[in-house]
């Protein structure tokens, strides 16, 4: 009785994942981003921006007549990456996937997709590796693990050292990261590029993400006396992180981190004790002067959607879903003129956006297949950010600037003061 | 006379057999039957689980040793067929082989000392195992490039066990599970299966008896750790990407558990028909509802093992059987 | 003085794994089930206290008073429902439906609530006492004080109290206790509804120390087992000390060899201990035996 049912329940589901809807009025394209399993939140934050860029698509009259629908595939594991990838472009049909959020994830979907030859928007993911493998269908118009590092160090360079009186050399330089994939590449990046730049390193402390206590890590930076510590953790570990730094009194001039320091949820976590903190990250929450007319008015109709759809200002994610996956929309799929992959790689690889022409302030260029970096946005960089009392602004380089960057942070006893 | 020799042809003692040949040609036709590369992969997905869970069985289920720590053995084959191929160009053919050796070796040191401990108390120490391996594999970076992982540079051909399309994994992966099956076949007709039901019924007992309870669940253990890792070079080969937190999950050790529980355990059909069920039913939950209800397809998943669990404590075997009996009556009447 | 910190620091961890291990040392010493659930339990205590909080504005500690009676129920519910049909069967079927209520409650929880971290912070979160060089958090302190009382109070129970002295029967001898005419399914349900209150308790002490999501009981699940072990099984005060001793073992070893090994040297101690004495620390010698068969 049970099998019959069990098996009925299989054919069930093998039916309705079948059906697809009235074709012939709407372009299908695929979504592949974690719902399910550690990263959902992440994956879900992108993809509402991801969603509302479709949104103002439609409303704007769609692509070629027709509307934009989503077809979504959840990316719980690698493993379940490759057969959601698999489902979109083979039972789906879809020509075209946006995506994923977690390098890992990328990196498992985008096998699949290149030998289908289908187009892999990536629109968060930045492992370098991701670009490196000579893929001709994998574009991403986002950063890459190593712009961090090449905001971060000249950061310390320009600002950090004199603010700190001290020469940039001379500094003391501590990273400590969550040991997965992303984190272990974007401190590594940051790190060989202060090297090369003479940076003085004194020590690098991976701890695994989710750790219950991150006291030994910080009573270990504690005893080195850094003056500035490199942070690439998850927001669950960033929030254990700092509140354990104020119970343990572990005094920084200058943490910042490696990207996700700027994610929603650390604030929610940290209240005012994340004031000063500083993040390397996109150009989100620039000085929209920086921007484009034209990106200007995507941005600021984004972020009107967003804030009347849930009624808060939109978490760095979805600005990242939204700006990447924008740049897709407006500037590529239309000089394609259909989604037939090899348009859309043409029009990709035609395309070229100035500086601050695109909500996110960076411009857009992908490399051709020839380069050793096939695929990634060349005009990609990350700034610097520091949270302020009021939200979390651009802080360098001066030209996106919208605050000034306030350093030293001060220390917990300061802090309590005020 | 010919209605003689159907009668002889048709005997029933030749019906078992009969069933298991057609299954088996069912089975060897599926990758052909099957179109379209997503239900291949699923096909690919159901062999490849049947085949690990197989080989989690021969200690799980035939010795009486429920360990939730296979991963490692999983992890340990992927990485070392991996590692071989992609710095010396090593094929994984051998690649798999090798392995396949070190996990025994590895499942060998680890566990003959712990087969002293009982019940529950081996299965804890085989998930601290799990996790011991796994913790290690992202320290030493250096020798399995850590956290970031490894890309299998694709690279078609057969030496390298790395097909254009699916039907070459499909059939590779059935092979896979089809030896597996064999083996555990095998070892319930031997000697050694003898002595295998013996200590998993009362392991005093049978040591009373004069078996040697401690070689039979080393030779167990090592035989089922080889395999696995077989499974999890394949598994490389296929994905073509492995990283330590996916290869070594603690989700994946309670899988291989979970399907030949749900199969039926200690027999050498339960794992086949234990994925046949649960990896489709995950596959097309997830595809179903994965992308419109956050977390919905996982619950689902999670009451539906509740529910067969609780129905159907013997396993899904135990209704094939009363079916096979069935039959065989219906037929012994006419 | 750094070593003094550790130590401290160490402590002060210890008592969050003995608040949450105390639970399953109860449901594990007289049930012998490994519940794979029980971090999902932790989790569901801290969004419980955390809603309490935010739609209320109960604070959590005062929340624990609404939640003990709940969670009593909710074990006693899960045990009957899910545990006691099955306990006939094959040990494994056992554990395997706690892996499917572990997965139901997890992906119920992300359903939802959603995967957003949720936090508290009542004014008393950041508080931290300075006792000369240490530094104490008081959230920590609290939980610490907490997990005493919560054995205190316990160990009185099982030791004054008929139905205590039931329970330890059945986790001592199971065999000896059905003679003795107790009614082993009344047992079980009575032991896992307290152990579910005992961890239902833990929620709330967390929930200012850690933001709640839905998969945060996995992180918790596999050291509450250790300490559970090495405690000794159905053993409170075991369960304490374990819980202090694998604190201070992270502490250290995090400190003097890295952070990223902290974890492995407990599961290295924790199968040490299994192979050498697995009746833990306070547990009776052989009592890890009976009840297998």
């Given at each position: 009785m049970k099998k019959m049912f069990l098996s009925m329940v299989c054919v069930l589901l093998i039916f309705l994942s079948f059906s697809s809807l009235n074709a012939a009025e709407v372009i299908k394209m695929g979504i592949l981003f974690p719902?399910?399993?550690?990263l959902a939140k992440q994956g879900n934050d992108q993809f509402m921006g991801v969603d509302i860029a479709r949104e103002m698509l439609n409303n704007a009259g769609g692509l070629w007549g027709k509307k934009i629908e989503f077809v979504k595939g959840d990316t719980t594991t690698n493993e379940a990456a490759v057969a959601e990838a698999e489902r979109l472009i083979t039972?789906?049909?879809?020509k075209l996937i946006i995506g994923t959020y977690s390098s890992s994830r990328s990196m498992a979907a985008s096998n699949t997709t290149e030998k289908h030859k289908v187009i892999f928007w990536e629109v968060n993911a930045i492992a370098d590796e991701l670009t490196q493998?000579?893929?001709?269908?994998y574009f991403r118009a986002n950063v890459k693990s190593s712009d961090y590092g090449l905001a971060a160090v000249p950061f310390i360079f320009e600002v950090v050292a004199p603010a700190l009186k001290k020469d940039a050399k001379k500094l003391r330089i501590a990273t400590t990261y969550e040991d997965s994939l992303y984190g272990t590449i974007t401190a590594d990046a940051f790190t060989k590029l202060g090297k090369e730049k003479g940076l003085n390193f004194v020590g690098e402390f991976p701890f695994t993400s989710g750790?219950?206590?991150l006291s030994s890590t910080i009573m270990k930076l504690k005893a080195l006396k850094p003056d500035v510590v490199f942070i690439v953790p998850y927001v669950k570990d960033m929030i254990l992180f700092w509140r354990q730094s104020k119970e343990l009194n572990f005094d920084v001039p200058l943490l910042i981190g490696?990207?996700?320091?700027?994610?929603?949820?650390v604030v929610e976590g940290l209240g005012g004790d994340i004031e000063y903190v500083c993040n390397a990250y996109l150009?989100?929450?620039?000085?929209?002067?920086?921007?484009?007319p034209e990106a200007r008015k995507d941005l600021e109709e984004f972020e009107k959607i967003y804030q009347k759809k849930f009624g808060t200002k939109p978490p760095i994610l979805a600005i990242t879903g939204f700006a990447n996956t924008n740049v897709l929309f407006r500037h590529v799929l239309p000089k394609a003129g259909s989604l037939d992959p090899e348009a859309v790689r043409k029009a990709a690889l035609a395309v070229d956006i100035p500086e601050g022409g695109t909500a996110l302030g960076f411009g857009v260029k992908f490399n051709p297949p020839?380069?050793?970096?096939?695929?990634?946005?060349?005009k990609a960089f990350a700034i610097i950010q520091q949270y302020k009392k009021d939200g979390l602004f651009v802080v360098w380089p001066k030209k996106y600037a919208l605050r000034k960057p306030e350093l030293p942070m001060p220390t917990w006893d300061a802090r309590k003061k005020k | 006379m010919i209605s003689d020799l159907t009668q002889r042809i048709f005997h029933l003692k030749y019906l078992k057999f009969y069933l298991i040949s057609t299954l088996f040609g069912l089975l060897a036709l599926l990758p052909l039957l099957i179109r379209g590369p997503f239900y291949s992969h699923i096909l690919i997905m159901i062999f490849l689980h049947a085949a690990a869970a197989a080989s989690w069985n021969l200690i799980?289920?035939?010795?009486?040793?429920?360990?939730?720590?296979?991963a490692a053995f999983y992890g340990i084959g992927a990485y070392t067929s991996t590692l071989l191929f992609v710095q010396w160009g090593i094929s994984p053919w051998l690649g798999m082989l090798v392995g396949g050796g070190v996990a025994a070796v590895v499942a060998g040191l680890f566990s003959f000392p712990c087969f002293k401990l009982r019940g529950p108390f081996f299965t804890l120490a085989t998930i601290a195992f799990g996790e011991v391996v796994r913790i290690l594999a992202i320290y030493f970076r250096g020798l399995t490039?850590?956290?970031i992982g490894i890309t299998i540079p694709f690279r078609p051909g057969i030496e390298n066990l790395m097909f254009h399309g699916k039907m070459a994994y499909c059939y590779f992966a059935l092979v896979t599970m089809m030896t597996v099956f064999f083996v555990s076949f095998l070892i319930e007709r031997s000697r050694f299966g003898y002595y295998l039901v013996a200590l998993r019924g009362d392991e005093d007992a049978a040591q009373a008896l004069g078996v040697n309870t401690t070689m039979c669940k080393l030779m167990a253990m090592m035989l089922s750790a080889f395999f696995t890792a077989i499974c999890g070079t394949f598994a490389a080969q296929y994905v073509l990407f492995i990283e330590p937190i996916s290869e070594f999950s603690i989700d994946r050790s309670i899988l291989f558990a979970l399907i030949s529980i749900i199969g039926?355990?200690?027999?050498?059909a339960g794992p086949i028909i234990g994925s046949f069920i649960l990896t489709p039913l995950q596959e097309f939950l997830r595809a179903w509802l994965g992308g419109q209800y956050q977390g919905l397809h996982i619950f689902i998943y999670g009451c539906i093992l509740i529910a067969v669990v609780m129905l159907l404590p013997e396993g899904v075997i135990v209704w094939v059987r009363t079916f096979v009996k069935r039959i065989t009556y219906y037929v012994n009447i006419s | 003085m750094t070593i003094g910190q550790i130590a401290i620091n160490g402590l002060l961890l210890g008592g969050i794994y003995a608040l949450i291990s105390i639970g399953l040392t109860i449901i594990f010493g007289v049930i012998?089930?490994?519940?794979?659930a029980h971090g999902e339990f932790l989790m569901l205590s801290m969004y419980a206290s955390f809603w309490l909080f935010q739609?209320?504005?109960?604070d959590p500690y005062v929340s624990i008073l609404i939640i003990i009676p709940i969670f009593f129920i909710a074990g006693w519910l899960t045990q009957r429902a899910f545990i006691q049909p099955i306990l006939?069967?094959?040990a494994l079927m056992q554990i395997f439906i706690t892996v499917g209520v572990s997965l139901a409650m997890m992906n119920g929880a992300l359903f939802l609530w959603k995967a957003d971290y949720r936090s508290v912070t009542p004014s008393y979160a950041a508080v931290t006492f300075k006792m000369g060089d240490f530094l104490i958090g008081l959230p920590r302190l609290v939980a610490f004080f907490s997990s005493i009382v919560i054995v205190l109070i316990l160990y009185l129970f099982l030791k004054k109290t008929h139905l205590g002295r039931a329970i330890r029967a059945v986790a001592q001898d199971r065999e000896a206790a059905l003679l003795m005419g107790i009614n082993m399914h009344r047992i079980y349900l009575i032991a896992f509804g307290i152990g579910t209150a005992c961890v239902g308790v833990a929620g709330p002490l967390l929930l200012p120390i850690y933001p709640v999501f839905p998969t945060v009981g996995t992180y918790f699940v596999l050291i509450a087992f250790v300490v559970v072990v090495l405690g000794g099984m159905g053993n409170m005060t075991g369960a304490f000390l374990g819980g202090l001793i694998i604190g201070l073992i992270e502490a250290f070893s995090g400190f003097f060899i890295t952070p990223q090994l902290q974890s492995l040297v407990y599961f290295v101690v924790f199968i040490l201990l299994l192979l050498?004495?697995?009746?833990?620390?306070?547990?009776?010698?052989g009592a890890e035996e009976i009840g297998m068969k």
């Open positions: 719902f399910t399993g550690p039972v789906e049909g879809v493998r000579g893929f001709k269908y750790a219950v206590d490696g990207g996700t320091v700027g994610e929603s949820g150009p989100t929450g620039c000085n929209p002067k920086a921007l484009t020839e380069d050793k970096m096939a695929g990634h946005n060349a | 799980g289920g035939y010795a009486g040793q429920l360990s939730l720590g296979h490039r850590g956290a039926g355990i200690g027999t050498a | 012998r089930v490994i519940n794979f739609l209320l504005g109960i006939k069967g094959p050498l004495k697995p009746s833990g620390l306070m547990g009776v010698v």
